[in-house]
T-cell receptor
């Protein structure tokens, strides 16, 4: 069975602080894909990143970075120098066959000015 | 990015009334289509997915049904709404076989 756990329900930081959102996944498949989505207050989920199980290289995109570690089944997301506009609910997701995507319960990030 | 249209955007319906939420997508043919529900303050629950016209897979037995009458059209329905059907409904499209993109969502309040 596939499962994604986001243990942090809600995180509050002050602007310019760095923050890491944790994601732990479970799967018996050797080929799988991991995702992060952002859900701002407007509600629409915005795709941020996709990683496949064969590529453990960390990725950086501006203030965003992702740390994929198969040894710990984790795919953590770090925002550097957070901004108020980063306030949103962030979802981690897992897919093995692209017919089903399994989402974590989400982490609500509050960035205070 | 993909273009996914959902309507209505907001809906208030009485208990026992029918429901029809519509989703249409633009772009590639024969996409995978999905309906997710997000209850207030909670995560995303996959309700249905479809890999082609007339092909519907249900993830959770419930008061809802889905249909795919056309390649790029996905409809979520109910004959009689329950209070527990309230939530935020998101249509999504699988693209390139490896990523799903979401529509803007439909807020349903059952009163």
């Amino acid at each position: 069975a596939q499962k994604v756990t986001q243990a942090q329900t809600e995180i509050s930081v002050v602007e310019k602080e760095d923050v890491t959102l944790d994601c732990v996944y479970e799967t018996r498949d050797t080929t799988y894909y991991l995702f992060w989505y952002k859900q701002p207050p407007s509600g629409e989920l915005v795709f941020l990143i996709r990683r496949n199980s064969f590529d453990e290289q960390n990725e950086i995109s501006g203030r965003y970075s992702w740390n994929f570690q198969k040894s710990t089944s984790s795919f953590n997301f770090t925002i550097t120098a957070s901004q108020v506009v980063d306030s949103a609910v962030y979802f981690c997701a897992l897919s093995t066959d692209f017919n089903k995507f399994y989402f974590g319960s989400g982490t609500k990030l509050n960035v205070k000015p | 990015s993909q273009t996914i249209h959902q309507w209505p955007a907001t809906l208030v319906q009485p208990v026992g009334s029918p429901l029809s939420l519509e989703c249409t997508v633009e772009g590639t043919s024969n996409p995978n289509l999905y309906w997710y529900r997000q209850a207030a303050g909670r995560g995303l629950q996959l309700l249905f997915y479809s890999v082609g016209i007339g092909q519907i897979s249900s993830e959770v037995p419930q008061n809802l049904s889905a249909s795919r009458p056309q390649d790029r059209q996905f409809i979520l329905s109910s004959k009689k709404l329950l209070l527990s059907d309230s939530g935020f409904y998101l249509c999504a499209e699988g693209v390139g076989g490896n990523t799903i993109y979401f529509g803007e969502g439909s807020w349903l309040t059952v009163v």
